[in-house]
C-alpha cells in the first residue's frame, strides 16, 4: 500500500480592503447632477461680485473686473443683521422645542405598553402626509386668533407642531432598540424612569438627536411660506422673507440682489455641510431600529 502524500494547498490570493471604482459613466453621471445643482449656487454668488452693466451685457461672463461694493453694502446693513438675528432666534428655539417635545413623545410611544398607543404613533406618522402649505390658511386663523401675529412665537410653534411627526419618526427605532436588560438593570440600582430617560436614554439616542436637531434648524431657517402669511412688520421679517423684500425693493439693482441671496443662503450651506455626516449617521441608525 502506498501512502498518500497530501499536497500543501495553493495560497489564497488576499482581498484587498479598497472598494472597486465601479463603472466610469456613473462618475460621468454623477459629475453631471453634482455640476447641475452646484451651477446656480454659483452663479449667484459670483454674479454678487458683478455690476448691473457687466450682467446685462453678458450675463454668462465672471466679472470683470470684481466688484466687491455689493457685499459690502448688504454686510454693513442693519436690516440685514435683524434678519439674520430672527431666523437665528426661530431656527434656535424651535430646534431646542422639536427635540425636547419629540424626544418625550418617543420615549412614552417606544418604551411604554398602553391600547393607544399604536393608534398613537399612527397618528404622527399620518402628519407626514400634511405638509404645511395645505394647513397654511387654518393656521393663520388660530395664529391671529391667539394673538400672535407679526411675532416670532406664531412661526415658532407651528413648526414645532409639523416638525414633530418626522422626529418621532426617527426617535422611535432609536428608543426601541435600547434593551430591556439595561432598564432593568438601572432600576435595580434605584434609578427612577426619569432618571433612566436622562443617563441613559438621552446618551444612547444621541446620534437620532442631533439628526432630528439639524433637520428641525435647517427646515426652520429655510422656512418662506408660514412668515410670508404670519409677519407683516419688517422688523419681524426672517432671512428667507428679507430676501424677498429686498429683491422688490432693489429690483432694478440685481447685482445687489444676488449678493444679498448669496449672504442669505450661505449659513444653511455651511450648516448642513457640516453636519451632514451626522445626519447619514443618524437616519442610518433609524432605519438599523
Same mark, same amino acid.
Given at each position: 500500500? &502506498?501512502?498518500?502524500?497530501?499536497?500543501p494547498r495553493?495560497?489564497r490570493p488576499?482581498q484587498?480592503?479598497?472598494l472597486?471604482?465601479?463603472?466610469?459613466a456613473?462618475?460621468? *453621471?454623477?459629475?453631471v %447632477?453634482?455640476?447641475?445643482? =452646484?451651477a446656480?449656487?454659483?452663479?449667484?454668488i459670483?454674479?454678487?461680485?458683478?455690476t448691473?452693466?457687466q450682467i446685462? &451685457?453678458?450675463p454668462?461672463?465672471l466679472p470683470?473686473?470684481w466688484?466687491?461694493t455689493?457685499y459690502?453694502?448688504?454686510? %454693513?446693513?442693519? &436690516?440685514?443683521w435683524?434678519?439674520?438675528?430672527?431666523s437665528?432666534v426661530?431656527?434656535?428655539?424651535t #430646534?431646542?422645542g @422639536?427635540?425636547?417635545?419629540g424626544?418625550?413623545?418617543?420615549? @412614552?410611544l417606544?418604551?411604554?405598553?398602553f391600547k393607544?398607543?399604536? =393608534? =398613537?404613533?399612527?397618528?404622527? /406618522?399620518?402628519?407626514?402626509?400634511?405638509?404645511m402649505?395645505?394647513?397654511i390658511?387654518?393656521?393663520?386663523?388660530?395664529?391671529?386668533?391667539?394673538?400672535?401675529?407679526n411675532?416670532?412665537?406664531?412661526?415658532?410653534?407651528?413648526?414645532?407642531? +409639523?416638525a414633530?411627526?418626522?422626529?418621532?419618526?426617527?426617535? @422611535?427605532?432609536f =428608543?426601541?432598540?435600547?434593551?430591556?436588560?439595561?432598564?432593568?438593570?438601572?432600576?435595580?440600582?434605584g434609578?427612577?424612569?426619569?432618571?433612566?430617560?436622562w443617563?441613559?436614554?438621552?446618551?444612547?439616542?444621541?446620534?437620532? @438627536?442631533i439628526?432630528v436637531g439639524?433637520?428641525?434648524?435647517?427646515?426652520s431657517w429655510?422656512?418662506?411660506?408660514l412668515?410670508? +402669511?404670519i409677519l407683516n412688520?419688517e422688523?419681524a421679517f426672517?432671512?428667507?422673507?428679507? %430676501?424677498? /423684500?429686498f429683491?422688490?425693493?432693489?429690483?432694478?439693482? #440685481?447685482a445687489?440682489?444676488?449678493? +444679498?441671496?448669496?449672504?442669505?443662503?450661505?449659513?444653511a450651506?455651511?450648516? +448642513?455641510?457640516?453636519?451632514?455626516?451626522?445626519?447619514?449617521?443618524?437616519?442610518?441608525? /433609524? *432605519?438599523?431600529?
Amino acid at each position: 500500500m &502506498t501512502a498518500s502524500i497530501a499536497l500543501p494547498r495553493p495560497p489564497r490570493p488576499r482581498q484587498s480592503g479598497k472598494l472597486p471604482w465601479g463603472s466610469p459613466a456613473i462618475y460621468f *453621471v454623477g459629475i453631471v %447632477v453634482i455640476s447641475l445643482m =452646484l451651477a446656480p449656487i454659483a452663479y449667484i454668488i459670483i454674479g454678487g461680485f458683478r455690476t448691473n452693466s457687466q450682467i446685462t &451685457t453678458d450675463p454668462s461672463a465672471l466679472p470683470s473686473p470684481w466688484v466687491f461694493t455689493n457685499y459690502a453694502d448688504v454686510l %454693513v446693513s442693519s &436690516t440685514f443683521w435683524g434678519e439674520v438675528l430672527n431666523s437665528t432666534v426661530a431656527a434656535v428655539v424651535t #430646534t431646542v422645542g @422639536v427635540v425636547a417635545l419629540g424626544l418625550m413623545a418617543s420615549y @412614552v410611544l417606544a418604551r411604554y405598553r398602553f391600547k393607544a398607543r399604536g =393608534l =398613537l404613533y399612527a397618528m404622527f /406618522a399620518a402628519g407626514l402626509m400634511f405638509p404645511m402649505t395645505v394647513a397654511i390658511t387654518p393656521l393663520y386663523l388660530v395664529v391671529r386668533n391667539l394673538g400672535l401675529m407679526n411675532s416670532l412665537g406664531g412661526i415658532i410653534l407651528p413648526q414645532i407642531a +409639523f416638525a414633530l411627526p418626522t422626529t418621532i419618526i426617527i426617535l @422611535v427605532p432609536f =428608543l426601541r432598540a435600547i434593551p430591556d436588560e439595561i432598564e432593568e438593570a438601572a432600576s435595580i440600582d434605584g434609578a427612577s424612569r426619569l432618571g433612566f430617560f436622562w443617563r441613559m436614554v438621552v446618551p444612547l439616542a444621541l446620534p437620532g @438627536v442631533i439628526t432630528v436637531g439639524i433637520l428641525a434648524f435647517i427646515s426652520s431657517w429655510n422656512s418662506y411660506i408660514l412668515p410670508l +402669511f404670519i409677519l407683516n412688520n419688517e422688523a419681524a421679517f426672517t432671512l428667507p422673507l428679507g %430676501v424677498q /423684500a429686498f429683491a422688490s425693493q432693489y429690483s432694478v439693482d #440685481t447685482a445687489k440682489v444676488l449678493a +444679498f441671496t448669496s449672504l442669505s443662503m450661505i449659513p444653511a450651506l455651511v450648516f +448642513f455641510s457640516i453636519f451632514e455626516r451626522r445626519i447619514v449617521g443618524g437616519l442610518t441608525g /433609524a *432605519v438599523k431600529g
